[in-house]
Structures are given as C-alpha cells and as structure tokens.
C-alpha cells in the first residue's frame, strides 16, 4: 500500500471499457481499504474514475461482503414480472389469494434489516440446520442471492425442500445438487443485513414467497410431523408437541386443534411447522416488499415454481442434472423427486380437499382458521375454507395410524 502512487491509475486509460472499469474499480477499493491521508489525491482520481464508469458498473457490478465479487453482467437477466408465463397472473390484493399473484408496485424501499428474524427467535447469524445436529435449529426463512437479484422466503411445509435444494443449485452453480443436507452452510449462511438490504431495494430484484391454505398447511403437518413412533426421538417430540411423549402415530386431528388453540403458536421455541406463516422472514410488517406472492397447490406448483426461476433469471437451473436427462426439477407433486423430504399424501388437490372434509368438524376448522387469522389477513386468504359446507369430521378423532390415506 506505502508503493501505491497517482500514476498507478495510468493503466486504466488503456485496454477495453470493461478492462478499465475492472482496474478502476480495484484501485478505488484498495485505496478506500489504506485508508491513509498521503492517499487523498490518488483516492480522488480513483474516485473520478468510478464516475466516468458509473454507467458501465451500474450494468452488472456485484461487489459482496467477500470483496470484489464479479464484474459484467452476472449470470443470465431474468424477464422479472414481464415474462410470458407471468402474464395471466393477478395483482396482488386484487382478489382473495387462491393462486399465484403478482405486487408489480412493491416496495423498493424496505424495512431496514438489521434486527431482522427468519421468525420468532431466529435472527440473522445465528446457528443453522446441520446434518450433524440432534434437532434443526432453523427452519425456513429468507435466503438471498445477491448477484442474481433474488431472494426468496422458505416457509416449512410450503415446498420448502424443494426450494432449499434449488436454491443450493443456484449458490452452487450446479444443476446437480437434488439433496437440499449438500448445500445447507451454504445456502443459510449466505445472507446478511446488508446483501438483503441491496436486493429488496432494487427495482428489477425478484422477492418471492409462496404460502399454502391455513388447514391444508395443518394437515401436511400432522401427516408429516406425527407419523413416527420414534417416542425417544427429541426432534419428533418437538415436531408433534400435541404427542405429550407419547406415540406420535396415536395423535388425532382432533389433539393436533386442541393444542393450536391452547397454545401460543407465534412463541420462539415452537416448532416453526406450526407457526404463522406470516411469522415468517417478517411477513407481517414487510408483505409490500414482496413483488411475488405464490399460491402452492399440487396442481400448479410445479409450473408457478417454474415461472418464477424464469422471471428471476435462474430458469437454467430448473434441472435435475445429466444423471437425471436434465429432466425438469419441478414436477408434478405426484412424481416423487429423490431428495430428502416428506412423502407424498395427496395425489391432486382434490385428493386433498377429500381429506380435509374428513379430517376437520365445521367448527374445528373455523377454530383453527381463526387461531391463524393473521395468515388469512396478510395473505388475503378467503375467510373460510371453500369446502366447509362439506366437511364431516368423521376422521376427526381417528388416529393417525388408522387413518386411510
């Protein structure tokens, strides 16, 4: 640094645009990292030099908490809200959420993301989901790609397997990656207050964040989280509370609703399946900041998945990798995808819709709906399931076990 004079900047006069802006740009970050008072002049022309640049830069220059990360166009531009595939989405807020939406005037001007938490006592930096540890630690959350303008909401029992393992694709640049354990360090800590700051104020960013019906999200959970009888397991005795110790596969739907509505669900500690959906990456407050609101069904999540890696710019990675014919990583919810996560329990939605007729009273339905109203609220869902009328509960108090599907 002690060597580093004024005419060390000749050399930018010479060579192509991108060549001159590239060692323009390391000069001034070197300079600026001196931070010594006989660099003034020499910071100055640096300085003046990323003006003349400016243009250029503003083009494709990503510079990370790493350092210089890339300079150029990174990575391919998404068609953002304009692609093809999104056009006969419907505005946000325009109708209540029963399929994917658009907010094409999202806010660029976001909350501050400082004391930002993935969800109720989870905050940035603190300890991730490891393959090493007895019980996941942080589940779901904001994770963003700075240099591909993305960023991205997990919310558990929203495809969230599937879309940590795209995810690690994209980190990774590698289409290979089908098993979401590869790439979790990756993934979780890449992030910070900083690059999400940067991406939710960018105008041509894509914030996406795909929700699920309140009682179909419960179901999915009850199904999944209960079905063990691994009584020693502390992760299973977290993930079905509703158990008290016991058998998980003993628990009825009728145990799983007596413990919503006696308990605290937004609490930290809670296990984050049964939390709010709007508890999540701070939905509540910041649902304005998201340009990208999907609705998970089973009979369009693989092409509303698909659509938003299109509008992003990441389409390419829409892959199950050359061991695989490249075929499609989103599927159909009845193909089952080799990576880890929760079998499948419902072919079609309404496979689905049958089942939650016969798992759900009328009134402990609206119960659980009203115990999750914030959901209904922040998402505009409807204010009552479309198959009410119908249910019957005649599943309502059988174990799980004994249930037939």
């Known amino acids: 640094r002690s060597n580093f004079a004024p005419n060390h900047l000749e050399p930018i006069l010479r060579g192509t645009q991108r ?65 093809a595939c999104a056009q006969d989405y419907n505005p946000f807020l325009s109708e209540p959420l029963v399929a994917t939406q658009l907010q094409k005037n999202a806010s660029n001007s976001p909350l501050r993301f400082d004391n930002f938490e993935h969800y109720p006592g989870v905050a940035w930096g603190g300890p991730v989901w490891r393959k090493d540890l007895p019980l996941p630690v942080r589940m779901g959350g904001l994770t963003v790609i700075e240099d591909r303008k993305f960023a991205f909401c997990q919310i558990p029992k929203v495809a969230s397997s599937e879309w940590m393992t ?42 996406a964040v795909f929700v699920r019906e309140t009682l179909s999200r419960v179901r999915a959970a009850f199904l999944d989280k209960c079905n063990s009888t691994l009584v020693t397991s502390l992760d299973r005795l977290e993930a079905c509370p509703m158990s008290d110790g016991v058998d998980g596969r003993k628990v009825s739907m009728k145990d799983v609703v007596g413990w919503i509505v006696k308990s605290n669900i937004s609490a930290p500690g809670v296990y984050p399946h049964w939390m709010p959906q709007s508890d999540f990456c701070e939905l509540r407050s910041r649902i304005s900041e998201y340009n990208v609101i999907g609705y998970y069904d089973r009979d369009h999540l693989s092409s509303d998945a698909a659509c938003v890696m299109e509008m992003a710019g990441i389409a390419e990675f829409n892959s199950q990798g050359p061991a695989y014919d490249d075929a499609p990583f989103w599927q159909p919810v009845t193909v089952k995808l080799d990576i880890d996560g929760p079998a499948v329990t419902s072919g079609t939605d309404d496979d689905e819709v049958m089942q939650l007729k016969k798992l759900f009273t009328k009134e402990a339905a609206m119960l659980v709906y009203n115990k999750y109203w914030s959901d209904i609220e922040v998402f505009n869902f409807p204010q ?22």
């Open 19 to 83: 060549n001159r802006t590239a060692m323009c740009v390391h000069m001034y970050v070197m300079l600026m990292l001196a931070a010594l008072p006989v660099m003034t002049v020499a910071q100055g022309q640096a300085a003046e030099c990323l003006v003349d640049h400016v243009e250029f830069l503003q083009r494709g220059l990503t510079v990370s908490q790493f350092g210089l990360k890339s300079l150029g166009v990174s990575g391919e531009d998404g068609q953002g809200l304009s692609a």
């Open 166 to 207: 795209v995810l690690a694709k994209v980190v990774l640049n590698n289409v290979s990656v089908n098993d979401k354990f590869d790439a979790l360090d990756v993934t979780l800590r890449l992030d910070t207050p900083k690059m999400a700051q940067a991406v939710f104020s960018n105008p041509e960013g894509i914030r």
């Open 384 to 405: 009552k399931p479309s198959w009410l009328n119908d249910a019957t509960g005649e599943l309502y108090e059988t174990p799980l076990a004994d249930l037939p599907f």
